[in-house]
């Protein structure tokens, strides 16, 4: 089991010896304008450069994308990702989507599992703003859906479950996954990005110390850390807090680190 941070939600995934390409964001440092509403770092977005080719992130079995908002899918994977490569879908409308796009095999992630050359990847749920009647507003103001999930990866070549939560706030989705699955490590994405000021749409760094108050023999990967403009928490503030409330089981990977996670 490895995970290798890329940028912003953007991150590989080695597991059962299968290769993940997860959430692709590929433009160029500030291709598109900061996110309205909220507050910016000032760079656009994304507000940092990849720290690797698209030919090396080109390098994977498969893509799943946890849903179509640009700092996930953007127009430049729309273009540039192999339109053979495998993506395992939240939806059937996000699939619909990608097919539209030209993608050849795109398959749709179930809440039972599906299997993906011996990887079974299970759909979770999330909570990215949807049942938070402002946010819900500023969605449809910008036709943005407030739908995305998160994953569960197990294997038989593996000795422990990897859970990635997606974009969520720390919730009973949440809580409950990691009680039915009980996964050994688990990604949060962490930057405490809001859509509008002051209306969570996942993690920040009080999420994080609940959850790994609430299970305290789990691994926590913080990845969507920094990279869009509406984030809030960056790595150093992030370490900082770790340091503080004794978070020693918080990993906080850099852009293009690659963390070594199973214990076989």
Not at 67 to 81: N, P, Q, S, T
Request: hydrophobic content about 40%.
């Amino acid at each position: 089991m490895k995970f290798q941070q890329i940028r912003s939600a953007t991150s590989i995934v080695t597991f059962g010896g299968v290769r993940f390409l997860i959430d692709p964001m590929l433009a160029p440092m500030g291709a598109y304008p900061s996110l309205p509403y909220t507050c910016s770092t000032g760079r656009g977005n994304p507000d940092c450069e990849l720290p690797c080719s698209l030919e090396e992130l080109f390098k994977v079995d498969a893509v799943i994308v946890t849903h179509l908002h640009y700092d996930h899918f953007d127009e430049e994977a729309r273009k540039r990702l192999p339109k053979n490569l495998p993506i395992l879908s939240q939806s059937n409308e996000d699939a619909r989507a990608l097919r539209d796009w030209g993608f050849e095999d795109v398959r749709v992630l179930s809440d039972e599992g599906i299997e993906f050359q011996g990887v079974t990847l299970y759909r979770t749920p999330c909570e990215h703003g949807g049942s938070d009647p402002v946010t819900a507003a500023y969605y449809r103001a910008t036709e943005n859906g407030a739908t995305a999930c998160g994953v569960v990866l197990d294997s038989p070549l593996e000795p422990e479950r990897l859970y990635l939560a997606g974009d969520t706030v720390y919730c009973d989705f949440v809580s409950e996954t990691i009680k039915r699955f009980r996964p050994a490590v688990v990604a949060v994405n962490a930057a405490g990005a809001q859509f509008p000021l002051g209306h969570p749409l996942i993690m920040n760094q009080y999420d994080v110390e609940i959850l790994m108050r609430d299970f305290p023999e789990i691994v926590v990967i913080a990845t969507h850390v920094e990279g869009v403009s509406h984030a809030t928490v960056t790595r150093s503030l992030l370490r900082e807090f770790a340091r503080e409330h004794k978070l020693d089981k918080l990993l906080i990977p850099g852009d293009g680190e690659t963390l070594q996670l199973s214990k076989a």
